[in-house]
């Protein structure tokens, strides 16, 4: 098991309770530790000051210094000793001659002994009065020297006023003891803390583990990468949060050169709305509004936290794909309908084969065969031999047996020609061109007992891509020649007005037009332009040598075209 998955089966709150606590009493150790030092420090050195001075007040007695000229002077300074050493709680009190011979001592039978330490000389020399640390008789101690001079200032003798170190460790320990009682409740409040911080925070993200928000975070992340949906999140100021890429490419380029993410919704988007539902923090939802030069469809809803408006998100699509989207359905569904009645139809012609079959006459059942597919393959080894992209090909094809099946006659120029090998961008948008124009033509309103016809010419010379569609039906209105390529803009129905638009859109941006006139079968005639150079694949002389290898081509029904 790795380090990693051992912590993650310790709980959040565990964790933070561990590391905080730990934290808390690591510091309280640290902390005390020195405290506790310092102040046997500076315990000893008050003890070794206190020593010095009461050593200091003995050195001065009269009666002690008139003492060393007596007969024995051990019988004078004893007792003397003792009532101060009794009185100071000192250890001992120790008066020595020059030679360090003891004169007085808490032991009596250690008096006249030579004193032990070896820490008289700065006293007896030097006349010096000093604190040292030194092991005696009676054991390790913290003493005060001071010199015993005689009325002509001669130094006559020293006195050792003394604490012993283990007295004085006993003491820091019962002086010190009150603290780690102290440092112990304080580690324990900090445990408490840690317990009450670490329960805080759970609730506070909604009781998930960090390895939890972790994963979320980068699903999340994934989801907005990927969703084809704007989003745009703000918080209770009306400051932006989250600006997805779906949502970027709605705002014009001067918007994006600063980044958005922190600046007021307002300064970027300026019609998003969303300071109507941060005051109000009702929902709107499926309402238009133009984003840039896009009309959009918006939800927009509240992000409430115990009841309180917090911010707020607005997910939003184009208006133009929607119903791009719904036309595709409705001809989906459409194009279901006419291939129900395709197959009928056909399964009455295979009723009819099977019948002749049955009356062993196969020579009219092939005949028959023969008559529905002849046209069919006839259509399609042309379109091979004038387009050399397969997709777009493929694309003229499906139109055309489509419309055949709807009872629509599609006729392609003979001197139709795509000879331009495409880019993948240049193939998608002429996919998006022919197709819509040709449902456009195949639709258009006609006169009752007209069959419809739609005439389809292309051509590639030159550094432009032409496409004309001309159709028989009742035209554009002159009022509506600009008008019919706007979004929206239709007379055929609900979920309409959209192809038109998108073939004005594919145009321009491949660096080209769409235009409508009056056609010569007596409807409306499309004339969609593309530039060569934004759709051809490799360069030029590629086109050029593909177009020229191209004039030799002959169809299966041994028609040459030049």
Not at 24 to 51: F, K, P, S
Not at 80 to 85: F, L, M, P, S, T
Not at 426 to 434: D, F, P, Q, T, W
Request: a negative charge; one cysteine or more.
């Amino acid at each position: 098991m790795s380090r990693e998955s051992a912590v993650r089966r310790i709980g959040f709150r565990t964790q933070m309770v561990l590391f905080v606590g730990a934290l808390v009493v690591l510091m309280l150790v640290i902390q005390g530790t020195y405290l506790n030092h310092r102040y046997a420090t500076v315990l000893e050195e008050q003890i070794g000051l206190r020593a010095l001075s009461v050593a200091k007040t003995v050195a001065e007695i009269p009666a002690l210094v008139d003492a060393f000229d007596a007969a024995d002077p051990s019988a004078i300074i004893q007792p003397i000793a003792e009532a101060v050493r009794i009185q100071t709680g000192a250890t001992f009190v120790v008066v020595g001659n020059r030679d360090s011979i003891r004169y007085s001592h808490p032991l009596t039978e250690r008096i006249g002994e030579r004193m032990v330490g070896e820490d008289n000389a700065p006293a007896l020399e030097r006349g010096e009065a000093y604190v040292s640390r030194a092991v005696g008789s009676l054991g390790p101690s913290i003493r005060g020297k001071v010199p015993v001079r005689s009325s002509e200032g001669e130094i006559i003798g020293v006195v050792s006023v003394g604490f012993l170190a283990d007295e004085i460790a006993e003491r820091i320990a019962d002086d010190l003891a009150s603290n780690r009682l102290l440092m112990v409740l304080v580690a324990l409040l900090g445990v408490l803390g840690a317990t009450l911080i670490a329960g805080r925070f759970k609730r506070v993200i909604l009781g998930l583990e960090p390895h939890e928000i972790a994963r979320r975070l980068r699903e999340k992340d994934a989801i907005l990468q990927s969703i084809h949906e704007g989003i745009v999140a703000v918080n209770d100021r009306g400051d932006i949060t989250l600006l997805n890429p779906a949502a970027r490419r709605f705002l014009p380029d001067e918007v994006l050169a600063d980044d958005p993410v922190g600046r007021p919704v307002q300064a970027v988007v300026p019609k998003s709305r969303l300071h109507e539902v941060l005051a109000t923090g009702e929902a709107q939802f499926d309402s238009e509004n133009w984003i840039g030069e896009q009309l959009v469809v918006v939800n927009r809803v509240p992000i409430l936290l115990d009841g309180r408006v917090v911010g707020a998100v607005a997910t939003f699509r184009s208006r133009m794909e929607i119903m791009e989207l719904s036309r595709r359905l409705f001809e989906v569904r459409r194009s279901a309908d006419a291939l129900r009645a395709q197959a009928h139809e056909f399964s009455n012609k295979l009723h009819t084969i099977a019948g002749l079959l049955q009356l062993d006459r196969p020579r009219e059942a092939l005949e028959l065969i023969a008559q529905e597919t002849e046209f069919e393959q006839a259509q399609i080894a042309r379109l091979q031999s004038r387009v050399v992209d397969p997709v777009l090909c493929g694309t003229l094809v499906g139109k055309m047996m489509r419309a055949k099946a709807r009872g629509i006659s599609v006729e392609v120029d003979r001197d139709s020609r795509l000879a331009s090998p495409l880019n993948d961008s240049g193939r998608e948008a002429l996919v998006s061109i022919v197709g819509n124009l040709i449902e456009n033509a195949c639709e258009a309103p006609r006169a009752t007992g007209v069959e419809p016809v739609v005439r389809l010419f292309f051509t590639d010379m030159g550094d432009d891509l032409v496409f004309e569609v001309d159709d028989n039906g009742l035209g554009v209105p002159d009022g509506m020649m600009e008008a019919v390529f706007e979004s929206g803009i239709s007379t055929k129905g609900e979920y309409r007005g959209i192809g038109l638009s998108l073939v004005r859109q594919q145009c321009q941006r491949h660096g080209g037009e769409v235009t409508v006139e009056p056609s010569e079968l007596g409807g409306a005639c499309f004339i969609a332009i593309v530039a060569k150079r934004s759709v051809e694949l490799g360069d030029a002389a590629m086109a050029r040598g593909t177009m020229d290898a191209y004039d030799g081509i002959t169809d299966r029904s041994g028609e040459r075209h030049a």
